[in-house]
């Protein structure tokens, strides 16, 4: 970039978002020019060639989705605004020659940090197809980890590489397989999958690679293997981490040089085929163990996905339970439940180890014993509701025990005591309402109490509405 000025358009209907653009960007020494339709957008384009566009999905008169095609054919550097950030966004915005995409409210510094990158890597930004709406969500979310997470989906449904899926059980790792699979240029091929720990050892490399008549004993006929029966499509090779070394060197002959061949055979057939991977191992961990073949780690780690768990994105929670609670009552042909906000408030405080696979099947559950069409705490899974009640008996004993602690001291000592610990009590109540905006119940949690001790203990410091009134 040269020494001038540089320049921006923001095409935008919300004057709240111009204005904040350009008080933001005029003060670092921008110059920034508003459009509130895709009409005077393009337009505003023609008559500036501004360096960079930010660019609102939703406008009163055509999608911004859609103008993005005409900005791209012009050459212009876009980045996409959106109030909701879902996969089937980020595979259009970035499919269709978008820098990248922001999902509001929008963090300004992030906004200044990624022009400035756009512009840097502008030359080389990566070309790709656009692809029609799809009209479903594959992975549900919109934290800003599943942001990134759409990203990179997105970024790497258009390569021929091989990809690695990575993350904890129930992370949706299968799901973000088919995304790759269903934005890429093999959406038209087959997608297959095999699980690679739960077929015996016997039998699979015969499952992958296909075998001859008369191969072993049983094969008394010719058999078509997985990867033959993905010709043009994707393979994903779910719990990777489990096959066995032996068929592992075949694994990577495979990726070097585009050929299988079926068991009991030498004639190479070649393939037309893309590696997915996934697993819940630490993949680099099992190669210092020496269980997983280094030089087949690389060839497959060539393009990663991390899978968040869902205990790092809480605030997708809600919004996944309404999605998993729609899709069953379409499935039932009832009408959907409704969570009610004691449920809604154990969901949030449970860690779910089995991530999102084990909230779906606690819905499901629920859905099942619910005699009424809103859920309570009642209907959940006893681990879901325990954790709530166990920390609150936790944190009542340990408050037992150090009552009890300070009865056997002198009586002097004991009001000191006291004191302390309600000095205590009152500065971690008042960080926590403070940390979570005043939101009882995110606090309740955050402190580990049910939320009707930590109102008595508002009341007894006199905090906040809560405070008795003279």
Known sequence: MTDRARSMLVVDDEDSICLAFERFFQSRGWKVRSAASAVEGLSAYDGLRPDIVFLDVRLPDRSGLDLLADLA???????????YGGLDTAVRALHGK??????????LDKALSLADRAL????SRSEADGLARTGRELLVGKAPAMQETYKLIAKVARDRS?????????TGKELAAVAIHRFSARRDGPLLAINCGAIPLRLIEGELFGHVRGAFTGADADRVGKFES???????LDEIGELPLSVQVKLLRVLDSGTIERVGSSQSIRLDVRLLAATNKDLEGEVEAGRFR??????????????????????DIPLLAEHFMRQMAAGSGHPPRVLGADAREALLRY???????????ALNYALAVAPDRAIRPADLPQPVVHREAGEADGGRRLHEAALRYAAALPDEQTRRYRRTVEQVERALIVDAMRRYGGNQSEAAGHLGLHRNTLRKKLREFRIGPEAPSA
């Open 98 to 107: 978008a820098y990248d995409y922001l999902v509001k409210p929008i963090d």
């Open 73 to 83: 054919e012009r050459g212009a550097v876009v980045v996409v605004i959106t109030a």
């Open 351 to 361: 860690d779910w180890p089995g991530n999102v696979r084990e909230l779906r099947n």
């Open 120 to 123: 840097e890597t502008h030359a």
């Open 230 to 236: 993905a010709e043009g499509g994707s393979l994903l």
């Open 294 to 315: 280094r030089d087949l780690y690389y060839r497959l780690a060539v393009l990663r996905i991390s899978m968040p768990p869902l205990r790092q994105r809480k605030e």
């Open 162 to 170: 091989p990809v690695l899926i990575q993350g904890e059980t129930g």
